[in-house]
C-alpha cells in the first residue's frame, strides 16, 4: 500500500480513537474533576506506552539521540501538558462543542507552521479539500452549539482565548513531534518520548502546589472511574496518539491534522445513544460534508 495513503489511513484511525477517548474521559471527568483526569489521562498513558515499547523493541524508553528527545519531549510539554492546561478550563467555559470549534482551527495553524519551518507545500486542491473538511465538521459542532435549555450558548471571551492559545499549542506541538521523528523514528517511539514529555510537567506542577496525594486519592475513593481512564488512555492518547504521529510522519502537517479532526462528527451517534443528544438535519449534512472533503483528500 502506498505510504501516503497508509498515512491518511492512519489519520483517520487515529480520529476514531480520538472519538473514544473523550468519551471515557468525559464520564470520568464528570465524578473526579477535568484537572484530575488530564493528569491521570497522561500518567496512564505513559506507563501503558512505556509498557508498549518494552514489548515491541525490548526496552521502557527509547534509545534516541537528543537531537530528536529534546523535540519530542518539549512537544508532549507544549502540546499535550500547556495545551491541555488551557482547553480543559475553556471546555467549562464554553462547553466542548465552542471549544472544539474553535480548535478546528489547529489544522490551519500547523499547515501554515509546517510551510514557513518544514517547507511543506499543499496544492490548491488539498487546501480546498481541507477547509471542505473543516467546514464540515464546522457545521456539526455549531449544531451541537445550545445549553440545556436547547438556547445558543453565549460566547465567553476568555473561553475564546483559552481555546485559540491551546489550538495555537497544539500546533507548535505537532510542528515539534515532525521535526523530533526525522530520520523515520517509530511513532510509538516518538509517542512514549512525547507522552513523558507531556505527563511530567503536569505532575511536577501537581506536587510542588501539594495536590498529587489528592490526585490519588480521587480515584482510590471512586475505583470505577479507573475503568473509564484506563480505557481513554489506551484507545486516545496511546493507539489514537500513535496513529496520528505516524500520518504526521507520512504525509503533510495539514492534511494530518485535518483528518484528525473528525471527532466532533463521528461523536454524533455517541450523543445521540450515550449523552441523548438532538441530531438534526444540518448535523447530518455536515457529516457528508466532512465525509466528501475526507475522500477528497484521500483521492488527492
Known amino acids: 500500500m502506498d505510504e501516503a495513503l497508509l498515512g491518511a489511513l492512519a489519520a483517520l484511525a487515529a480520529s476514531a480513537c480520538f472519538a473514544v477517548g473523550p468519551t471515557m474521559f468525559t464520564l470520568a471527568g464528570r465524578q473526579i474533576g477535568p484537572v484530575v483526569t488530564l493528569r491521570w489521562r497522561l500518567l496512564l498513558a505513559t506507563l501503558m506506552l512505556m509498557l508498549a515499547h518494552a514489548w515491541v523493541f525490548g526496552r521502557p524508553w527509547p534509545a534516541l539521540p537528543w537531537a530528536q528527545t529534546g523535540p519530542l519531549l518539549l ?8 495545551a491541555d492546561s488551557f482547553l480543559f478550563p475553556a471546555f467549562v467555559r464554553l462547553g466542548p462543542r465552542l471549544a472544539m470549534l474553535i480548535l478546528n482551527l489547529q489544522p490551519v495553524l500547523a499547515t501554515l507552521l509546517a510551510w514557513g519551518f518544514l517547507g511543506e507545500r499543499l496544492r490548491v486542491g488539498q487546501w480546498a479539500a481541507m477547509l471542505v473538511v473543516l467546514g464540515g465538521v464546522s457545521l456539526v459542532v455549531l449544531e451541537r452549539g445550545t445549553d440545556d435549555n436547547g438556547q445558543p450558548q453565549a ?10 492559545a491551546a489550538a495555537a499549542l497544539g500546533a507548535v506541538g505537532v510542528l515539534l513531534a515532525k521535526y523530533g521523528m526525522a530520520g523515520q523514528v517509530p511513532a510509538l517511539t516518538a509517542n512514549t518520548v512525547r507522552m513523558t514529555g507531556g505527563m511530567l510537567p503536569i505532575w511536577a506542577w501537581a ?3 501539594g495536590q498529587a496525594r489528592a490526585t490519588m486519592r480521587a480515584v482510590q475513593a471512586q475505583p470505577r472511574v479507573l475503568t473509564y481512564l484506563a480505557v481513554g488512555a489506551a484507545v486516545g492518547p496511546g493507539l489514537g496518539m500513535s496513529l496520528s504521529l505516524f500520518a504526521v510522519r507520512t504525509i503533510p502537517v495539514g492534511i494530518a491534522t485535518t ?3 473528525l471527532p466532533p462528527v463521528l461523536l454524533l451517534p455517541v450523543g445521540r445513544w450515550v449523552f441523548r443528544e438532538r441530531i438534526t438535519p444540518k448535523a447530518i449534512i455536515g457529516t457528508i460534508v466532512a465525509t466528501v472533503g475526507v475522500a477528497w483528500l484521500l483521492s488527492g
Open 207 to 209: 506536587v510542588v502546589r
Open 155 to 164: 460566547w465567553d471571551r476568555v473561553g475564546v482565548a483559552l481555546t485559540l
Open 259 to 261: 483528518l484528525t479532526s
Open 75 to 82: 512537544s508532549g510539554a507544549v502540546g499535550l501538558a500547556l
